[in-house]
Antibody, heavy 124, light 112 residues
Framework: QVQLQQSGPGQVQPSQTLSLTCAIS??????????WNWIRQSPSRGLEWLGR?????????DYAVSVKSRITIIPDTSKNQFSLHLNSVTPEDTAVYFC??????????????WGQGTLVTVSA | DIVMTQTPLSSPVTLGQPASISCRSS???????????LSWLQQRPGQPPRLLIY???HRFSGVPDRFSGSGAGTDFTLKISRVEAEDVGVYYC?????????FGPGTKVDIK
């Protein structure tokens, strides 16, 4: 059974960097058939996919254009986890952040396992 | 970006009765590889979303068979054959055919 456990601060100051980690059990961040995603949810924007990292003989990333200049998703093979870093945050980045595996179906595009969610508030 | 719309946005249903949610995409969701990456997710209050259906009609492991998905191209439907109390929540369609992956606004299902 795949489990994703999120960790990270619940409050970030404006202009700083939001950093969250998603620890994986029951699968490997280096899996050749999965992708590791970050999604956020807010009342104003609904569910918003932010980006993903995955390994297919080499590491690669895809990012949403809306955050592409500010986002980095980094795998950590030694700890079997991946992290989200979103810099220059504003109050509009206040949301519940989820990590999710893209796994079933062979295309790594179906989000079959999710982290518990982390409410991140951007305020001074 | 592909825009996903859902109707209705709210659906009060009677226990034991069927429910249906429609999802429409602003562009065809048929990928160049021939697959259609349309999923349905359920979100119960205070929980993360849960995958119900992927690639239009494939039920994810452990999902009751009262949930079914259908459709093609730009029009898709999620049906619940007989609504149970545990089905209360918000249902989202999601496309993963084209970047960025996008979600519908959600349909709230509750009991009359």
């Amino acid at each position: 059974q795949v489990q994703l456990q999120q960790s990270g601060p619940g409050q970030v100051q404006p202009s700083q960097t939001l950093s969250l980690t998603c620890a994986i059990s029951g699968d490997s961040v280096s899996s050749n058939s999965a992708a590791w995603n970050w999604i956020r949810q807010s009342p104003s924007r609904g569910l918003e996919w932010l980006g993903r990292t995955f390994y297919r003989s080499k590491w690669d990333n895809d990012y949403a254009v809306s955050v592409k200049s500010r986002i980095t998703i980094i795998p950590d093979t030694s700890k079997n986890q991946f992290s989200l870093h979103l810099n220059s945050v504003t109050p509009e980045d206040t949301a519940v952040y989820f990590c999710a595996r893209g796994g079933v179906g062979g295309s790594a595009t179906e989000f079959d396992y999710w982290g518990q969610g982390t409410l991140v508030t951007v305020s001074a | 970006d592909i825009v996903m719309t859902q109707t209705p946005l709210s659906s009060p249903v009677t226990l034991g009765q069927p429910a249906s949610i429609s999802c429409r995409s602003s562009q065809s969701l048929v990928h160049s590889n021939g697959n259609t990456y349309l999923s349905w997710l359920q979100q119960r209050p205070g929980q993360p979303p849960r995958l119900l259906i992927y690639k239009i009609s494939h039920r994810f492991s452990g999902v009751p068979d009262r949930f079914s998905g259908s459709g093609a191209g730009t029009d898709f439907t999620l049906k619940i054959s007989r609504v149970e109390a545990e089905d209360v929540g918000v249902y989202y369609c999601m496309q993963a055919t084209q970047f960025p992956f996008t979600f519908g606004p959600g349909t709230k299902v509750d009991i009359k």
